[in-house]
Nanobody, 123 residues
Framework: VQLQASGGGLVQAGDSLRLSCTVS????????MGWFREAPGKEREFVAA????????DYPDSMKGRFTISRDNAKNTVYLQMNNLKPEDTAVYYC????WGTGTSKKSSYDYWGQGTQVTVSS
């Protein structure tokens, strides 16, 4: 399974970005997906997860209302829409694939990881 993340960049506080992650090598509709991020000097943290069908999503409380995860199974792609970005959102964002579960906040549940895409939010 290969995951290719894209869509990161340099934006100003208050701007929006949409990250994409395209998956190959396995039936995409059979995989739950997640997004995580890692800021310099910090541990990788959970951002969002989505079930195989897209019917169930999960976010940490700190990101509810600003971030939205979605998927297009016909395009083998999962998205992360990020609105009202803040400087503290600056991090490398990773997509991850969970072959057996429904998509959780636990890093250990994910079997495959993308290479990451840098998001930098300036004030």
């Amino acid at each position: 399974v290969q995951l290719q993340a894209s869509g990161g960049g340099l934006v100003q506080a208050g701007d929006s970005l949409r990250l994409s992650c395209t998956v190959s090598g396995r039936t995409f509709s059979m995989i739950a997906m997640g997004w995580f991020r890692e800021a310099p000097g910090k541990e990788r943290e959970f951002v969002a997860a989505i079930s195989r069908s897209g019917g169930i999503t999960d976010y940490p409380d700190s990101m509810k209302g600003r971030f939205t995860i979605s998927r297009d199974n016909a395009k083998n792609t999962v998205y992360l829409q990020m609105n009202n970005l803040k400087p503290e959102d600056t991090a490398v964002y990773y997509c991850a694939a969970d072959r057996w579960g429904t998509g959780t906040s636990k890093k250990s549940s994910y079997d495959y990881w993308g290479q990451g895409t840098q998001v930098t939010v300036s004030s």
